[in-house]
């Protein structure tokens, strides 16, 4: 019927936005493949994840060994590195949660937040104001996280965790598979 629209009221991204991401894990994909070190397809990620996920202005990817040592491994700045080095030192954090206990941790404002109160302390004093952490199954019994940090609060919506975790998936992948070079 002319002047009908089927998906009005809807609040769903339009065909455009989903097929633009599409394209863009697609070509994500493609690009990380040819990455010829872990190192440089975990860099390719994290700067990837900045251009990619709404919000997100640094990114960093955390493994865990062994269910012990955490390490940083790729990031988009020394502020990533950093903040993720809190949360190490305080033993608390969305990372650390994100990898061990959920899937997806989201911390809209890090001065308001009050589950790490020692990591959000620190974490406002760096600059960062809100988070978002992905869990990553990298092989085995390894797992890891992808880490987005943006210096404002509340940066990070529901399409930023939608695609961070359509993004995280790829992550996964590729990381498991740079491993195995």
């Known amino acids: ?9 809807t609040s769903g991204p339009r065909p455009v936005e989903v097929d633009d991401l599409a394209a863009k894990l697609s070509d994500l994909a493609r690009t990380l493949q040819h990455e010829d070190s872990v190192e440089a397809t975990l860099q ?13 202005e640094y990114a960093a990817l955390s493994v865990v060994e062994h269910r012990r040592e955490v390490h940083t491994r790729a990031g988009t700045g020394d502020l990533a590195y950093a903040v993720d080095r ?13 990898v061990y206990e959920q899937q997806t941790v989201h911390v809209p404002d890090m001065v308001a937040e009050k589950r790490w109160p020692r990591f959000t302390q620190r974490a406002a004093e760096l600059g960062v104001s809100s988070m978002l952490s992905f869990q990553l199954y990298v092989q085995e019994d390894n797992l890891g996280a992808l880490n987005l940090y943006s210096s404002r609060t509340h940066a990070f919506d529901d399409d930023s965790a939608h695609v961070g975790l359509l993004f995280a998936a790829h992550a996964a992948v590729a990381m498991s598979g740079a491993q195995h070079l």
């Open 86 to 98: 809190v949360q190490y030192e305080v033993g608390e954090g969305p990372c650390l949660s994100a």
């Open 44 to 56: 390719a990620i994290a700067g990837a994840a900045v251009g990619t996920v709404p919000g997100a």
């Open 1 to 9: 019927m002319a002047g009908s629209d089927s998906d009005a009221g």
